[in-house]
């Protein structure tokens, strides 16, 4: 199955600093990239989809000036979390997607973020 | 919005079989079914995922109803590291995939 990589796997940041998120399809061609946050007990909630290319299309309720996503090639997505505040503090997971079931089924580790 | 419904929590018996349910009676003709997992602090793992007929691997057996409005988990001998959240969730070609509440499942000794 496809090999899903984040970087970093965890990161705290201040309060106002922006954090760049890696997603990385090491074996896969992903032309499509969801992105999701989860909330601690809570379930995993997507964010917004990107096609390589072009602009994601957020989900209701997900500032896209906040949590701007770069989706610039088949192996790497970026999510950047701007001028983050507590509250952003979350779990955030990508998903590469575009393939057929059996290469777009795997979750990427997941990075956690802490904004002090 | 997720379009399964689970228990919110089982307990299984180490060595046991755990037979987690899933209700999706909105589910579409083309819509399959996929199961995952999620470990403390770690990114969900995918177990096994069906459309109309019943799956068996290596983690995990899929049993799916005639009119497909449910379904079962099965994993077949429990152990400690089963323990988890169990997610159901229907998607067409798993290009939209949303997660409900999952089932915390707690095996015991």
């Known amino acids: 199955g496809a090999v899903v990589s984040q970087h970093p796997s965890w990161v705290i940041c201040k309060s106002g600093t922006s954090v760049k998120i890696e997603c990385r399809s090491l074996?896969?061609?992903?032309?499509?990239m969801f992105w999701y946050r989860q909330f601690p007990k809570q379930s995993l909630m997507l964010m917004a989809t990107s096609n390589e290319g072009s602009k994601a299309t957020y989900e209701q309720g997900v500032e896209k000036d906040k949590f701007l996503i770069n989706h610039a090639s088949l192996t790497l997505s970026t999510l950047t979390v701007t001028s983050a505040h507590p509250e952003d503090s979350s779990f955030y997971i990508c998903?590469?997607?575009?393939?057929?079931?059996?290469?777009?089924?795997?979750f990427g580790p997941g990075t956690r973020l802490l904004v002090l | 919005d997720a379009k399964t419904t689970q228990p919110p929590s089982m307990d299984c018996a180490e060595g046991r079989a755990a037979n987690l349910p899933c209700n999706h009676s909105?589910?579409?003709?083309?819509?399959?079914v996929y199961w995952y997992r999620q470990i403390h602090s770690q990114g969900p793992q995918y177990i096994i995922h069906g459309l109309k007929n019943n799956e068996t691997n290596e983690m995990a057996s899929l049993i799916i109803t005639e009119d497909r409005k449910s379904s079962t988990l099965i994993l077949p001998h429990a152990t400690l590291r089963d323990t988890a959240v169990y997610y159901c969730i229907v998607s067409y070609n798993n290009n939209d995939m949303r997660f409900g509440a999952g089932t915390r499942l707690t095996v015991k000794p």
């Open positions: 074996d896969f061609q992903a032309t499509t």
């Open positions: 909105t589910i579409s003709g083309n819509e399959y």
């Open positions: 998903r590469p997607g575009g393939g057929s079931i059996q290469e777009t089924q795997y």
